[in-house]
Every structure is written in structure tokens, then in C-alpha cells.
């Protein structure tokens, strides 16, 4: 293992109904240490955002939940975290698939999809409990579609690892490599000799400029209309920035959806 804490304390289950469920449960009966991981060979009622399921088929992906302790942020600073581990994944596909593809349209769908050209192939769902001024912890889930071959019909855009490079991969191999990409980027975020405004300030360029669509003229649909419009930032909590021609947008999650 190349980490310091991530996935040190791991309980791997062959069948469970949702990866962040769990955690979230043991975490409320037990003190368990910052890291702490739980893999499923199968998830049954994996969740993604806009309270959609997450679609794996058994054994043949990434399908996990880490614990983490970032108490040092408030509140209204929580999508730095959702940028940190977006970056932390994206990493871990670089490190472990070079095909030009990957290489060259690997971006983060905001909030923190990870997406191959306009095909998705990973997503995380993170929730965090606050307590007093400042984050207790956050239950961080991650679903990468990694040797899967064929998804359900009515899924609108998956693809995996497998389908991008034509090879299977070894998921304990990925999976150390996740943490691995995972906790480096998490240690950049937190308190650290070196200024937390410079650590941060490299976490959101990072971000910006792997972000998909970024200063691209595209169809979205917003509060029910669909506009034409580009990105242009990501505000301090969290906000899609779009530009259209005659005035900026700053939308919330529920607010606006990507025409595909």
C-alpha cells in the first residue's frame, strides 16, 4: 500500500446495497480512523447525483467509499473537497491508461463527473456533515467503470476503461493506485506548512482547466429552457458560470443540465 492512511482501514463486501450507506452507518456507531474505505463487488442500490442509481455490473469495476476528516473547511467551502477528489481520479486514469483518447479528452463534467470525450466513466457522490462552524466528515463515493463491456440500454452515454483501451485491468492494482492518487491530492488540500491560499489556488486551476467544456459554445437546458451558452468559471461555493450573449449565469446543480 503507497498511502499514509487512505485504505489502510478497508473492509471490502462482496454484495451491499450502497457503499455510502454503509460507511455512513458505521461511522454514526463507530469512532472509525480518517481513511477508512468500503469496497463492493456489487452495489444494489449505488447512488449518483440528482438521486439517479449508479449502474455497475458485479466485479468487474471500482465501486467504493472513503471516509474523510476535513475539518479545517466551512461550510461554504465544501466544493473545494468536491474539486480536490474530482482531481484525485482523473489523476488515477492518467496513471493507469495512456491511450491518446484518455490522454487527450480525459475532463471533469462539473460538478465532478469524470468524462472521456462525451462518454462518462466515473462518478462521485459526496456527503458531508457539519458540525459547529466547520466540516465533522464527509463520506466520499466514487464508481469507475473499468473492465465493463456492455451497459444497460437506457443508460445515456457509459463507457469504461476496457471499451476506451481494449484491455482489462487488475482491480486490486487500480484500487491501490486510486488511494494512492486520491490521498496526494488530499494532502494538497489540507493544513500544510506551504500557504493554504497557494495550495488551493493550484487545486482550482487544476480543475478549471481540465473542466469539460470550458469555453465552449453549447446547448444547455436551464430552469426548463434550453440556452445556448459556454463556461466560463466555477464560482467560490460551487456555481457553473455560464456566459450567454447577453448576460452571465450563475447556476446551482438542480438549475441547469448539459445538453449531450
Same mark, same amino acid.
Given at each position: 500500500?503507497?498511502?499514509?492512511?487512505?485504505?489502510?482501514?478497508?473492509?471490502?463486501?462482496?454484495?451491499?446495497?450502497?457503499?455510502?450507506?454503509?460507511?455512513? %452507518?458505521?461511522?454514526?456507531?463507530?469512532?472509525? +480512523?480518517?481513511?477508512?474505505?468500503?469496497?463492493?463487488?456489487?452495489?444494489?442500490?449505488?447512488?449518483?447525483?440528482?438521486?439517479?442509481?449508479?449502474?455497475?455490473?458485479?466485479?468487474?469495476?471500482?465501486? @467504493? *467509499?472513503?471516509?474523510?476528516?476535513?475539518?479545517? !473547511?466551512? =461550510? %461554504?467551502?465544501?466544493?473545494?473537497?468536491?474539486?480536490?477528489?474530482? @482531481?484525485?481520479? @482523473?489523476?488515477?486514469?492518467?496513471?493507469?491508461?495512456?491511450? =491518446?483518447?484518455?490522454?487527450?479528452?480525459?475532463? &471533469?463534467?462539473? +460538478?465532478?463527473?469524470?468524462?472521456?470525450?462525451?462518454? $462518462?466513466?466515473?462518478?462521485?457522490?459526496?456527503?458531508?456533515?457539519?458540525?459547529?462552524?466547520?466540516?465533522?466528515?464527509?463520506?466520499?463515493? &466514487?464508481?469507475?467503470?473499468?473492465?465493463?463491456? $456492455?451497459?444497460?440500454?437506457? !443508460?445515456?452515454? +457509459?463507457? *469504461?476503461?476496457? !471499451?476506451? *483501451?481494449?484491455?482489462?485491468?487488475?482491480?486490486?492494482?487500480?484500487?491501490?493506485? !486510486?488511494?494512492?492518487?486520491?490521498?496526494?491530492?488530499?494532502?494538497?488540500?489540507?493544513?500544510?506548512?506551504?500557504?493554504?491560499?497557494?495550495?488551493?489556488?493550484?487545486? %482550482?486551476?487544476?480543475?478549471?482547466?481540465?473542466?469539460?467544456?470550458?469555453?465552449?459554445?453549447? %446547448?444547455?437546458?436551464?430552469?426548463?429552457?434550453?440556452?445556448?451558452?459556454?463556461?466560463?468559471?466555477? *464560482?467560490?461555493?460551487? $456555481?457553473?458560470?455560464?456566459?450567454?450573449?447577453?448576460?452571465?449565469?450563475?447556476?446551482?446543480?438542480?438549475?441547469?443540465?448539459?445538453?449531450?
Amino acid at each position: 500500500m503507497k498511502t499514509i492512511f487512505i485504505g489502510k482501514n478497508c473492509i471490502k463486501l462482496e454484495k451491499i446495497h450502497s457503499t455510502n450507506s454503509y460507511l455512513s %452507518d458505521l461511522t454514526a456507531e463507530k469512532n472509525l +480512523p480518517e481513511g477508512t474505505a468500503v469496497i463492493a463487488d456489487e452495489q444494489e442500490q449505488g447512488r449518483g447525483q440528482r438521486g439517479t442509481n449508479w449502474q455497475s455490473e458485479a466485479g468487474k469495476n471500482l465501486t @467504493l *467509499s472513503i471516509l474523510l476528516k476535513p475539518t479545517f !473547511l466551512k =461550510p %461554504d467551502e465544501q466544493f473545494i473537497l468536491s474539486k480536490t477528489i474530482s @482531481l484525485g481520479v @482523473l489523476d488515477f486514469i492518467f496513471s493507469i491508461n495512456h491511450q =491518446p483518447l484518455t490522454i487527450n479528452h480525459l475532463k &471533469i463534467k462539473w +460538478p465532478n463527473d469524470i468524462y472521456i470525450g462525451n462518454k $462518462k466513466v466515473a462518478g462521485i457522490l459526496i456527503e458531508n456533515s457539519v458540525s459547529g462552524n466547520y466540516l465533522s466528515h464527509s463520506i466520499v463515493g &466514487i464508481g469507475i467503470n473499468v473492465n465493463q463491456g $456492455k451497459f444497460l440500454a437506457e !443508460l445515456p452515454n +457509459p463507457t *469504461s476503461l476496457k !471499451l476506451i *483501451s481494449g484491455k482489462n485491468f487488475d482491480l486490486e492494482n487500480c484500487l491501490v493506485e !486510486l488511494y494512492s492518487c486520491v490521498e496526494k491530492r488530499y494532502l494538497q488540500l489540507r493544513p500544510h506548512p506551504q500557504p493554504l491560499s497557494h495550495r488551493r489556488g493550484e487545486i %482550482d486551476s487544476d480543475y478549471l482547466k481540465n473542466l469539460y467544456r470550458l469555453n465552449e459554445w453549447a %446547448d444547455y437546458n436551464y430552469k426548463g429552457e434550453t440556452i445556448m451558452a459556454k463556461i466560463t468559471g466555477i *464560482s467560490k461555493i460551487g $456555481k457553473l458560470i455560464l456566459e450567454t450573449e447577453n448576460k452571465n449565469l450563475e447556476c446551482d446543480f438542480k438549475e441547469v443540465e448539459f445538453v449531450l
